[in-house]
């Protein structure tokens, strides 16, 4: 068995897989934003499962300044927590091998997985709580590209410069508009809504020159309700140095993540004995 954990910036989603990579068992709990809190919240979640003996497993979460070799997370993108020894926080209560990464990236790994033999350069985009990407290079994460995601991307936004997340998230639109995604029917609002998102998009074809881009995150979820809105706009500036790629909503929204995770953590830990599996979360 294999265990995902997606940490968003509201909710964390908990779930077992088998060795095939299929949900067995998953859960879901508010994410607190004390990080003692969460880890506490993270034991009492397993503790209700009823697979508990894992090989490894992986944790995706907005990590905007993480030292790989360390283990060691220093920023979030919505979560006020700092500097905080995950690698070892998530291996000693999740009692094994642990892979951490960037949610976003996780997310890219999973829907490049599904795209296997059409697309070689994945681009994930999750709007939600806030804006993140990962892109895949026949299925392998592309280390090259940040963790910040939509807090490192500047864009002219009224006349200013502004992040791109702290106007086009799915926080920022419902601060704008007084309603989630999943309640906004009427194309005017869409509209107002991918005029934002275009200016990101923009940005990221041109400097990552994705096969296809993959949309994602709780907004995501909704793609189809302004799919053709962005693609029109988004064609309006295609050039033939610059051309627009396939846009699509991701195949798996919600659990993109915790996929990853498995993927992720199976090709990391498949092939490590289950001895040295035992010792690894004995010393966690």
């Keep these: ?6 940490v968003g910036g509201t909710k964390t ?17 508010p994410t607190p934003r004390n990080y003692h809190n969460f880890l506490l919240e993270l034991r009492h979640c397993l503790a209700q499962f009823e697979h508990t003996d894992y090989l490894a497993g992986g944790v995706g979460i907005a990590v905007s300044r993480y030292n790989r070799d360390k283990g060691m997370a220093y920023v979030f993108g919505n979560l006020p927590w700092h500097d905080v020894q995950i690698q070892h ?3 000693k209560v999740l009692k094994c091998p642990v892979v951490i990464e960037n949610d976003a990236k996780m997310a890219s790994l999973s829907e490049a997985m599904l795209l296997k033999g059409k697309y070689s350069r994945v681009l994930y985009v999750t709007i939600s ?6 892109l ?5 994460i592309d280390p090259n590209i940040g963790d910040a995601g939509g807090h490192a991307i500047l864009l002219e936004h009224n006349g200013k410069l502004e992040k791109w997340e702290s106007f086009a998230s799915g926080k920022a639109i419902v601060e704008r508009y ?7 029917d009427d194309e005017a609002t869409w509209k107002a809504i991918v005029r934002d998102l275009k200016l990101g998009f923009l940005e990221l074809i041109a400097v990552m020159q994705p096969d296809v881009i993959v949309v994602g995150g709780g907004v995501g979820a909704y793609f189809e309700r302004f799919q053709d809105l962005l693609i029109t706009e988004l064609k309006q500036y295609e050039t033939p140095a610059n051309p627009i790629p396939v846009i699509a909503k991701a195949q798996r929204p919600e659990e993109a993540v915790i996929y990853g995770c498995y993927d992720l953590a199976k090709a990391v830990f498949s092939t490590m004995p289950v001895v040295k599996k035992k010792a690894h979360a004995k010393a966690a």
């Design 1 to 6: 068995m294999y265990v995902g954990v997606d």
């Design 13 to 29: 989603l908990v779930a077992v897989l088998t060795d095939k990579g299929v949900i067995v068992e998953s859960r879901k709990f």
């Design 89 to 91: 926080d998530m291996e």
């Design 129 to 134: 709580t806030g804006i993140g990407y990962g």
């Design 136 to 140: 895949t290079v026949d299925q392998k």
């Design 178 to 184: 007084g309603k989630r995604a999943q309640d906004i």
